[in-house]
C-alpha cells in the first residue's frame, strides 16, 4: 500500500462521502484522473466516473446544500480541484449573496471566474469586497493572482508582499512568494524570503520552513528554537499544518523523540485529525511506545471517518506485530495444548438467538469431527513460536468451521470442528500432519467423541496450495478416503465450491450419513464471496475464543475491519440470511470483547436492517440480536 513512504508528508484532502451503490470497485481506477472515489453509507470505496459524478451527485448536492453556507463552501471547493468550475459558478454566487463570512464567500467566487477565465469580474468582486471590509491577507493574496494572470508581475508581487504583511501564515500566499525568489536568484534567495517573512509580527509558516532547512543541514539546535519560536506566537488551538509539517520533517530526519516532545502536548484528536496523528503514531511505535500509540489509534478510530479506515487498519496490525513481537521474547517455555470444538455453527453458539433454528438430530447421530490448524510451509519451525495469524492458519482453522456447518445443516449427521489451542499464547497451527492415530486419538478425548474424524492439511508449499483432507474412522484409525483440491488463494471462490461437492460425495459414501433437506435460511455464501465468508468466519472465531474462561492467552487486532467485513459481505449479498445472522453475531459477541468500538455500527445497521429486509422469522431474529447490542436501537 505504500503507507510508510507517505508518512510525514502533507495528506490530500479527504475523499467524498456519498450513498451511491451502483458504481464500480475495481482498484485500478484508484490511478484513473476521470474517475472519482466516493464511499457509500457502509463505508465501501466506489469509483465513478467526473461525469457521472456531476451529473448524478455533484449538481444534486449542491442545490441540496445551496442555503447552508458551510456545507456549500466545502461543496465548491471539492468541485473546483475536481476541475467544475464553469459547473458552479451559479452557486458560488449564490454562497457570495448569503455567506456570513464575507471574505470566503468572495474569494472562492473571485476564484471560481479565474478558472473560467473572467478575470475583471474576479477583480471586480475582490475590490468591492475590500471597500466595503478592508484589506485581508488572503483576499489580497487573490487579488494579486489576478494580476499575475494578466502578465502583471509587478503589481502581483507588490500586492502578495502586501497581503504577507497582513498574514504571513497563508500557506498559498508564503509558498508563491517563495517560489518567485527561488526562480529568479536560486535557493539562498528562497531562504532569504522565508526570513523575511519570519521577521513580520506572528509568523510561524516560515519559520517551519527555515527549520527544515536547519534539520537538513543537521542543525537540531537550531530547528527546534525555530520551531519553539513559532509555537511561542501561534494562536491556540495549534494549526494543524504547524504540527503536521513540524512532526513530518522532524521524522523525515529520524527525530522521534522530539516529534513526542513538541507535538504531542498539542495534539487533539478531534481537531488535528490523521494528518498530525499519522506521525505521533509513527512515532511513538518506533521509540517502542505501543500504549500511547494505540491510545491515538483508538481516538482517531473515534472519529468515525470512514476515509481514514485504511490507514487506521494498517496501525492496527503494525501495533499486532510488535505487541506480538514482545510477547514472543516473555514466552520461555513451551505451551500446553487444549482443543476445545465448535458444534454445528459458531454464530449459534454462546446464548445466540439463532439457535432456535438448529435442526434436531436424532438420538445416536453420526458425529464427524474436522481438525484443521496443519500447514506445511517452508519456514516450518523446530519450536513454538508466536506470530499474528496469516492466511494459511486462518484458511486452516476456516475450513473446519465451514464443514462443520455444512455437514449439520446438509445431512443427518453432527458436524463439530475441533481447534488447538495453545495456553498462554492463541491458536496452535501445526507445521506437519499428525499420523492417523494421532488425530483419533486427539479427536476421542472428552465427552461425545466422534465416529469419524477429518484430518485436514493446507500445503502453501507450492505455487498453487493444495487442501488435502482424509477421513478416518475414529474407533481403528482406518483411512477410509482422502482427497485434494488446488487452491487459488487469489480467487479461492471456486476452489471452496470444488471442495465441497468432494467432501459431501466423500462422508456420503464412507461415513453412512444421507442427505437431507437444507434449510431455507442456511445460504452459505459462495462463488466470489465464499473466501470473504470464510475469513469472516474465521475472525468471528477470533472473538469468540477471547470469551471463553477455559482459554488463556491470545487476543485480537483489527477489530473494526472485523466488523466493517461482515457488514460488507451483508450489504454485497444483501438477502443472504446466513451472512445476516454471522453479522449479528459478531456484533453480540464483540459487544462482551471491545463494547467500546460499537457506536460507529449503530446506525450503519439500523440502516442494513432497513434497507435490506430478509425473510421475516430471521429478521426477528436479528431484530433480537442487534437490540442485546444496541437496547435502544429501532429497527
Same mark, same amino acid.
Given at each position: 500500500?505504500?503507507?510508510?513512504?507517505?508518512?510525514?508528508?502533507?495528506?490530500?484532502?479527504?475523499?467524498?462521502?456519498? @450513498?451511491?451503490?451502483?458504481?464500480?470497485?475495481?482498484?485500478?481506477?484508484?490511478?484513473?484522473?476521470?474517475?472519482?472515489?466516493? +464511499?457509500d453509507?457502509?463505508?465501501?470505496?466506489?469509483?465513478?466516473?467526473?461525469?457521472?459524478?456531476?451529473?448524478?451527485v455533484?449538481?444534486?448536492?449542491?442545490?441540496?446544500?445551496?442555503?447552508?453556507?458551510?456545507d456549500?463552501?466545502?461543496? +465548491?471547493?471539492?468541485?473546483?480541484?475536481?476541475g467544475?468550475?464553469?459547473?458552479?459558478?451559479c452557486?458560488?454566487? &449564490?454562497?457570495?449573496?448569503?455567506?456570513?463570512?464575507?471574505?470566503?464567500?468572495?474569494?472562492?467566487?473571485?476564484?471560481?471566474?479565474?478558472?473560467?477565465?473572467?478575470?475583471?469580474?474576479?477583480?471586480?468582486?475582490?475590490?468591492?469586497?475590500i471597500?466595503?471590509?478592508?484589506?485581508?491577507g488572503?483576499v489580497?493574496?487573490?487579488?494579486?493572482?489576478?494580476?499575475?494572470?494578466?502578465?502583471?508581475?509587478?503589481?502581483?508581487?507588490?500586492?502578495?508582499?502586501?497581503?504577507?504583511?497582513?498574514?504571513?501564515?497563508?500557506d498559498?500566499?508564503?509558498?508563491?512568494?517563495?517560489?518567485?525568489?527561488?526562480?529568479?536568484?536560486?535557493?539562498?534567495?528562497?531562504?532569504?524570503?522565508?526570513?523575511?517573512?519570519?521577521?513580520?509580527?506572528?509568523?510561524w509558516?516560515?519559520?517551519?520552513?527555515?527549520?527544515?532547512?536547519?534539520?537538513?543541514?543537521?542543525?537540531?539546535?537550531?530547528?527546534?528554537?525555530?520551531?519553539?519560536?513559532a509555537?511561542?506566537?501561534?494562536?491556540?488551538?495549534?494549526?494543524?499544518?504547524l504540527?503536521?509539517?513540524?512532526?513530518?520533517?522532524?521524522?523525515?530526519?529520524?527525530?522521534?523523540n522530539?516529534?513526542? &516532545?513538541?507535538?504531542?502536548? $498539542?495534539?487533539?484528536?478531534?481537531?488535528?485529525?490523521?494528518?498530525?496523528?499519522?506521525?505521533?503514531i509513527?512515532?511513538?511505535?518506533?521509540?517502542?511506545?505501543?500504549?500511547?500509540?494505540?491510545?491515538?489509534?483508538?481516538?482517531? $478510530?473515534?472519529?468515525?471517518?470512514?476515509?481514514?479506515?485504511?490507514?487506521?487498519?494498517?496501525?492496527?496490525?503494525?501495533?499486532?506485530?510488535?505487541?506480538?513481537?514482545? #510477547?514472543?521474547?516473555?514466552?520461555?517455555?513451551?505451551?500446553?495444548?487444549?482443543?476445545?470444538?465448535?458444534?454445528?455453527?459458531?454464530?449459534?453458539?454462546?446464548?445466540?438467538?439463532?439457535?432456535?433454528?438448529?435442526?434436531?438430530?436424532?438420538?445416536?447421530?453420526?458425529?464427524?469431527?474436522? +481438525?484443521?490448524?496443519?500447514?506445511?510451509?517452508?519456514?516450518?519451525?523446530?519450536?513454538?513460536?508466536?506470530?499474528?495469524?496469516? @492466511?494459511?492458519?486462518?484458511? @486452516?482453522?476456516?475450513?473446519?468451521?465451514?464443514?462443520?456447518?455444512?455437514?449439520?445443516?446438509?445431512?443427518?449427521?453432527?458436524?463439530?470442528?475441533?481447534?488447538?489451542?495453545?495456553?498462554?499464547?492463541?491458536?496452535?497451527?501445526?507445521?506437519?500432519?499428525?499420523?492417523?492415530?494421532?488425530?483419533c486419538?486427539?479427536?476421542?478425548n472428552?465427552?461425545?467423541?466422534?465416529? $469419524?474424524?477429518?484430518?485436514?492439511?493446507?500445503?502453501?508449499?507450492?505455487?498453487?496450495?493444495?487442501?488435502?483432507?482424509?477421513?478416518?474412522?475414529?474407533a481403528?484409525?482406518?483411512?477410509?478416503?482422502?482427497?485434494?483440491?488446488?487452491?487459488?488463494?487469489?480467487?479461492?471462490?471456486?476452489?471452496?465450491?470444488?471442495?465441497?461437492?468432494?467432501?459431501?460425495?466423500?462422508?456420503?459414501? &464412507?461415513?453412512?450419513?444421507?442427505?437431507? @433437506?437444507?434449510?431455507?435460511?442456511?445460504?452459505?455464501?459462495?462463488?466470489?464471496y465464499?473466501?470473504?465468508?470464510?475469513? #469472516?468466519?474465521e475472525?468471528?472465531?477470533?472473538?469468540?475464543?477471547?470469551?471463553?474462561?477455559?482459554?488463556?492467552?491470545?487476543?485480537?487486532?483489527?477489530?473494526?475491519?472485523?466488523?466493517?467485513?461482515?457488514l460488507?459481505?451483508?450489504?454485497?449479498?444483501?438477502?443472504?440470511?446466513?451472512a445476516?445472522?454471522?453479522?449479528?453475531?459478531?456484533?453480540?459477541l464483540?459487544?462482551?470483547?471491545?463494547?467500546?468500538?460499537?457506536?460507529?455500527?449503530?446506525?450503519?445497521?439500523?440502516?442494513?436492517?432497513?434497507? $435490506?429486509?430478509?425473510?421475516?422469522?430471521?429478521?426477528?431474529?436479528?431484530?433480537?440480536?442487534?437490540?442485546?447490542?444496541?437496547?435502544?436501537q429501532?429497527?
Amino acid at each position: 500500500m505504500g503507507l510508510f513512504s507517505n508518512l510525514f508528508k502533507k495528506k490530500s484532502a479527504d475523499s467524498t462521502s456519498t @450513498s451511491i451503490s451502483d458504481y464500480s470497485v475495481e482498484a485500478d481506477h484508484a490511478n484513473d484522473p476521470n474517475m472519482i472515489k466516493v +464511499l457509500d453509507e457502509y463505508g465501501r470505496e466506489m469509483f465513478i466516473t467526473k461525469q457521472q459524478w456531476r451529473d448524478n451527485v455533484l449538481l444534486g448536492n449542491l442545490e441540496k446544500h445551496r442555503n447552508s453556507p458551510d456545507d456549500l463552501y466545502g461543496m +465548491l471547493v471539492g468541485a473546483l480541484e475536481d476541475g467544475f468550475a464553469a459547473d458552479i459558478i451559479c452557486y458560488a454566487e &449564490h454562497l457570495k449573496r448569503i455567506d456570513l463570512i464575507p471574505a470566503r464567500g468572495a474569494t472562492i467566487l473571485s476564484i471560481v471566474y479565474m478558472e473560467v477565465n473572467r478575470l475583471d469580474d474576479a477583480q471586480r468582486i475582490l475590490d468591492e469586497h475590500i471597500a466595503q471590509y478592508g484589506e485581508e491577507g488572503f483576499v489580497l493574496t487573490n487579488l494579486a493572482k489576478v494580476y499575475s494572470r494578466r502578465g502583471d508581475d509587478v503589481h502581483a508581487e507588490a500586492i502578495l508582499w502586501h497581503a504577507l504583511e497582513l498574514d504571513p501564515n497563508q500557506d498559498n500566499g508564503l509558498g508563491w512568494y517563495a517560489a518567485i525568489q527561488r526562480e529568479r536568484q536560486g535557493k539562498q534567495a528562497e531562504l532569504d524570503g522565508f526570513r523575511r517573512v519570519a521577521a513580520l509580527p506572528r509568523s510561524w509558516r516560515a519559520r517551519l520552513w527555515l527549520a527544515r532547512e536547519a534539520l537538513q543541514q543537521n542543525d537540531l539546535i537550531q530547528a527546534k528554537a525555530l520551531y519553539q519560536e513559532a509555537l511561542a506566537v501561534v494562536e491556540q488551538p495549534i494549526p494543524t499544518d504547524l504540527l503536521m509539517q513540524m512532526s513530518g520533517d522532524l521524522g523525515n530526519s529520524g527525530c522521534l523523540n522530539e516529534i513526542i &516532545h513538541l507535538a504531542g502536548p $498539542y495534539f487533539d484528536p478531534v481537531y488535528h485529525g490523521l494528518e498530525v496523528g499519522n506521525n505521533l503514531i509513527k512515532a511513538n511505535l518506533e521509540l517502542g511506545r505501543l500504549q500511547e500509540a494505540r491510545l491515538i489509534v483508538n481516538q482517531l $478510530y473515534g472519529q468515525q471517518r470512514s476515509d481514514w479506515k485504511q490507514t487506521l487498519s494498517f496501525w492496527d496490525t503494525e501495533l499486532a506485530k510488535a505487541e506480538t513481537a514482545i #510477547r514472543a521474547e516473555e514466552t520461555v517455555k513451551e505451551p500446553s495444548l487444549s482443543l476445545f470444538s465448535i458444534e454445528s455453527s459458531l454464530w449459534m453458539r454462546a446464548g445466540s438467538p439463532f439457535s432456535a433454528l438448529l435442526p434436531a438430530k436424532r438420538s445416536g447421530a453420526i458425529r464427524i469431527a474436522v +481438525l484443521g490448524s496443519t500447514a506445511l510451509m517452508g519456514n516450518t519451525f523446530e519450536k513454538p513460536a508466536l506470530q499474528l495469524s496469516d @492466511s494459511t492458519g486462518r484458511l @486452516s482453522r476456516s475450513i473446519p468451521l465451514m464443514i462443520a456447518e455444512l455437514v449439520h445443516f446438509t445431512t443427518d449427521a453432527v458436524g463439530i470442528a475441533l481447534m488447538p489451542w495453545a495456553q498462554g499464547q492463541g491458536f496452535a497451527l501445526f507445521g506437519h500432519p499428525y499420523e492417523d492415530a494421532a488425530i483419533c486419538e486427539i479427536a476421542g478425548n472428552g465427552d461425545n467423541t466422534p465416529d $469419524y474424524v477429518i484430518g485436514l492439511t493446507i500445503d502453501a508449499t507450492l505455487p498453487a496450495w493444495r487442501i488435502n483432507l482424509h477421513l478416518l474412522r475414529r474407533a481403528d484409525a482406518k483411512r477410509l478416503a482422502e482427497i485434494s483440491v488446488d487452491a487459488d488463494i487469489e480467487n479461492l471462490g471456486t476452489s471452496i465450491e470444488a471442495l465441497i461437492r468432494k467432501v459431501s460425495k466423500m462422508l456420503v459414501e &464412507h461415513a453412512e450419513i444421507h442427505h437431507v @433437506s437444507t434449510p431455507a435460511w442456511y445460504q452459505r455464501p459462495a462463488g466470489y464471496y465464499a473466501a470473504d465468508y470464510l475469513l #469472516r468466519l474465521e475472525q468471528l472465531l477470533c472473538v469468540a475464543c477471547q470469551g471463553f474462561d477455559f482459554l488463556e492467552g491470545g487476543g485480537i487486532h483489527g477489530e473494526r475491519e472485523m466488523l466493517d467485513g461482515s457488514l460488507r459481505l451483508c450489504v454485497n449479498e444483501p438477502s443472504n440470511c446466513t451472512a445476516r445472522m454471522l453479522y449479528a453475531q459478531m456484533l453480540r459477541l464483540m459487544n462482551k470483547v471491545r463494547p467500546e468500538i460499537l457506536s460507529g455500527y449503530k446506525d450503519k445497521t439500523a440502516h442494513l436492517q432497513r434497507d $435490506y429486509p430478509i425473510e421475516k422469522d430471521i429478521d426477528l431474529l436479528i431484530d433480537k440480536a442487534v437490540k442485546e447490542v444496541f437496547p435502544a436501537q429501532e429497527n
